[in-house]
Every structure is written in structure tokens, then in C-alpha cells.
């Protein structure tokens, strides 16, 4: 099996990595291809991830390169994984966003409608290379942002080998079961709605309903990020809560934080990166392995230490930190979240687990076509999403309902360079709701991307 990640030389290579190559041998995985179009980021992270492979999977054959056709031919499985533009452009969506009062979160909003612009012509690129060279079962797991928009383009497009992965949901479950001393393996859940705005409507743990249960224990709201909400809306809504709801529930508060604190998410993470990077580029990695892996840990601890922490305030508990070591067993981050999809399909054995794919009638609010964030049984034939009951209040139906309106048009309108329907779906956000902003936003956002979107205009 051939396993290909594309963008798979960024700050997170190393934990995928190490997932990919402990769990190779189990999955038959025989070859795995990390493609990135970054010189300096393949010299590091490449070097660091073969020496990964080198160390855990002595029987994989691994390969960097810049080459992306021979990156995907023949590959049986494909993660896609990159950032068009690199830091520098979250940035400029960030501050665009800012100036003209909104969210520029790179996955919700302003923000993640201009990232969308240039993640989503790249994406076609590779599956089309894909749909040519790959196997002709290939499976593509994409991990761009915004994730959930992006895989209803490519769905749109044809390209129903693509299944959208994100490891927030798998992640937050992780720190709930800690509160019970499980494993959250042992949960049964039911989650609906959208990439970065879903909700568990159900958790039971050996068939008992805990819902009401965990809603009213004080530790949800300290040891996992549920931190970020308060009990009285979680225990309203009945529901727990993607992280990134806080955005859509503390509209005002997390721009107020923003501009309190005078640096956005992308400054500070293109911060901790450079000086990462720098840092591990001093290093030989075939005599300073060990030192790289101690200052890799380093920086990607900080990194995770204050996600969401200036737009929410909220300090992160350590518990909900993940330790980077090779010497522990890794099933989380996105890969774990691949890989169990992957394990299914080679194996045959049957699961559960979260994945954006097609609504196929799940909730009868939405369009069948529609993709959703939901929980799926998995099998050799791929996943489909579990059939309901999911029990959400109106409130939580009529957002999920806008925001998806605003991915379908969005969707339709980067692959389409129609200016009439990116500013009807940016009006529709709720976190833009202007008609002016709409018109402004997409102004300078498609000025600044050109040579991504291909030159449309308003």
C-alpha cells in the first residue's frame, strides 16, 4: 500500500509521522511519499520525518520530494494537507478581516473564505493529478481548511474519493473520557452539523445516556475546552460543543480579544514556526536527532498552550495539551483520524468515527448533497453517516442551516469565479451579515489573490 500526504512537510509533519509509521506494519502500508513544494521545509521536516520512519518503521520505504505526479502515482491513499500561502497569508486574511470589524479566523468567516479561495483551485489540482494517476480506489482525506467547504467543492466537482478528516472532534472526546477514566473508545456518540460547528447530541458509555450528566459536571467546563463556553448556554442547548462555536456564540468578545491583545492566531503561529524552523535548521539530523526532537516538542507545546487563548482569554489546561514523544503510542491528531478510515477499508473490520462526507438524508434539514460533520459508520465500501435521531434545539438548526448555505454558495462561487454568489454567501455568514462588508471583503481578497483565483473580480 502506498500511502502519499501532500503539504506533508508543515509544522505537524513529525506527529504524522510518527502515527504513519507505527501503525504501517499493521496496515500493510509498504511506501509512504511526503510531497511538499517548500525547499527549506522538506530539507528539515523531511529529513526528521525519514529519520522517523528510519527509527519506528525500518521496513517502509519513505521519500520526500517536490515531484507531485510521481508523489500520487499508484498511491492508495492520499491526505491533503496544505496552506496556499503559507503563514503570511492567514495573516493578511486575518488583519483584512480586523480592519473592517470582523472575525478573520482562518476557518470561520472573512477568514475562511479567503483561504477557501486559495485552497480551493489547489485542491482541484491534486485531485485531478489523483483521479489520473493515483489507484483507481484511491481514498483522498482532506485536512486543508476550511476543511468542510473545501470537500464540498471538490464533492461538487466529482471528486467523491475525497472524505473531509479534522481531529477536533476525535481530540475533545479524548479529554471528556478522561473525566470518566475511559477510554474514548468506549464512548457511543452522535455528533451533527458542520466542519468547526458540530454538536454531540448524544454520549453514552456502555449504552447509558450521559449527556445531562456531563453537561452538569463542573470539570467539563475546566478540563476540556468545553472551558470555553458557559454551563448555562452548553445545559441549554443540551449539546456539547465544538470549540469553534465560540466564535459564533462570543462573536463580539473574540474580536474584542483580538484587538485587546494587538496580534492575531496566524502572527503567532508564524512566529513560533519561523523560530522553529530556524532553531531545528542548525542541526545535523543524522548526529542531533534527539536535540531536534527535544526542540520540536518544545515549540509545538507552545503552540498548542495558547490555541484559542487570545481570542477566548481562556488559558489551556495542560491536560489537554498532547506531550510530543516518539516513545508513546499515537492514535490522535488527523492521522489517527485517516488511519482508522484506512484500517476499515483494508481489513474489513467495521467501526465508528467522525468524517465530513455527503448528508445522504441524515438530517432532513439539509440537502442531500450537502456535506456534513456527522458521525459515520465505516466499512471496506468507505463510510456513511449513521442514521438519526440527532436531536439539536431550532437555534442550532437555523445556524448550521446559514453556515451551510454560505459554504454551498461560497463553494459554487470560488470554482465558478462568480462575484454575485461569493457576496451572497459572505452576506449570509453570520459573522460578516453585511451586504457593504460582502462586497468590500471580496474586493480586496480577490485584489490581493490573483494568482490563485485565476483574476475574477467584483
Known amino acids: 500500500m502506498k500511502l502519499t500526504v501532500i503539504g506533508g512537510c508543515g509544522s505537524r509533519s513529525l506527529m504524522l509521522a510518527k502515527c504513519l509509521a507505527q501503525q504501517a506494519e499493521s496496515l500493510d502500508i509498504t511506501e509512504v511519499v511526503f510531497m511538499d513544494i517548500d525547499k527549506e521545509r522538506n530539507r528539515v521536516f523531511g529529513s526528521m520525518a525519514r529519520e522517523v520512519f528510519a527509527r519506528i518503521a525500518v521496513s517502509v520505504r519513505f521519500l520526500c520530494t517536490e515531484d507531485e505526479k510521481e508523489a500520487v502515482r499508484g498511491a492508495d491513499f492520499v491526505i491533503t494537507t496544505i496552506r496556499a500561502g ?16 470582523v472575525i478573520g479566523q482562518e476557518t470561520t468567516g472573512a477568514g475562511g473564505f479567503a483561504m477557501a479561495l486559495r485552497s480551493i483551485p489547489v485542491l482541484l489540482h491534486y485531485c485531478e493529478l489523483i483521479s489520473r494517476y493515483a489507484a483507481s480506489d484511491v481514498m483522498v482525506f482532506n485536512f486543508t481548511n476550511p476543511a468542510g467547504l473545501a470537500v464540498q467543492a471538490l464533492r461538487d466537482q466529482g471528486y467523491s474519493f475525497v472524505y473531509g478528516i479534522c481531529d477536533a472532534p476525535s481530540g475533545f472526546l479524548r479529554q471528556a473520557a478522561r473525566l470518566y477514566g475511559v477510554d474514548a473508545g468506549e464512548f457511543q456518540v452522535r455528533l451533527a452539523g458542520l466542519n468547526h460547528l458540530s454538536y454531540f447530541t448524544s454520549v453514552k458509555l456502555k449504552d447509558r445516556e450521559i449527556m445531562q450528566e456531563i453537561l452538569e459536571n463542573p470539570l467539563l ?39 485587546k491583545i494587538g496580534q492575531t492566531r496566524g502572527e503567532r503561529i508564524k512566529e513560533i514556526n519561523d523560530r522553529m524552523l530556524k532553531e531545528l535548521g542548525r542541526y545535523d539530523v543524522l548526529k542531533d536527532f534527539d536535540e531536534m526532537l527535544e526542540v520540536y516538542g518544545k515549540y509545538t507545546y507552545g503552540r498548542e498552550k495558547n490555541y484559542m487563548q487570545g481570542e477566548t482569554s481562556v488559558p489551556r489546561d495542560d491536560a489537554c495539551i498532547p506531550k510530543f514523544s516518539l516513545d508513546t503510542w499515537d492514535e490522535g491528531g488527523y492521522a489517527g483520524v485517516a488511519l482508522a478510515l484506512m484500517r476499515a477499508k483494508i481489513t ?66 470560488i470554482v465558478e469565479k462568480n462575484s454575485e454568489k461569493a457576496i451572497d454567501a459572505l452576506m449570509v455568514n453570520p459573522l460578516v451579515g453585511s451586504y457593504s462588508l460582502a462586497k468590500e471583503l471580496l474586493g480586496e481578497y480577490l485584489n490581493i489573490y490573483a494568482k490563485y483565483t485565476g483574476g475574477w473580480e467584483v
Open 86 to 101: 503559507k503563514e503570511e497569508s492567514r495573516i493578511i486574511d486575518e488583519r483584512i478581516a480586523l480592519k473592517h470589524g
Open 221 to 259: 467546563y475546566k478540563q476540556t475546552d468545553m472551558r470555553y463556553f458557559e454551563p448555562r448556554l452548553a445545559r441549554r442547548l443540551g449539546c456539547l460543543l465544538n470549540e469553534y462555536l465560540y466564535y459564533f456564540y462570543y462573536r463580539e468578545k473574540a474580536l474584542g480579544n483580538i484587538l
Open 348 to 413: 474489513g473490520i467495521e467501526g465508528e468515527m467522525i468524517l465530513c462526507v455527503p448528508n445522504q438524508g441524515t438530517v432532513d434539514w439539509l440537502k442531500d448533497d450537502d456535506v456534513i460533520e456527522v458521525s459515520c459508520r465505516i466499512s471496506k465500501e468507505g463510510a456513511v453517516p449513521k442514521p438519526g435521531p440527532y436531536i439539536l434545539p431550532e437555534s442550532a438548526k437555523q445556524l448550521i442551516s446559514a453556515v451551510k448555505y454560505y459554504e454551498r454558495e461560497a463553494a459554487s462561487a
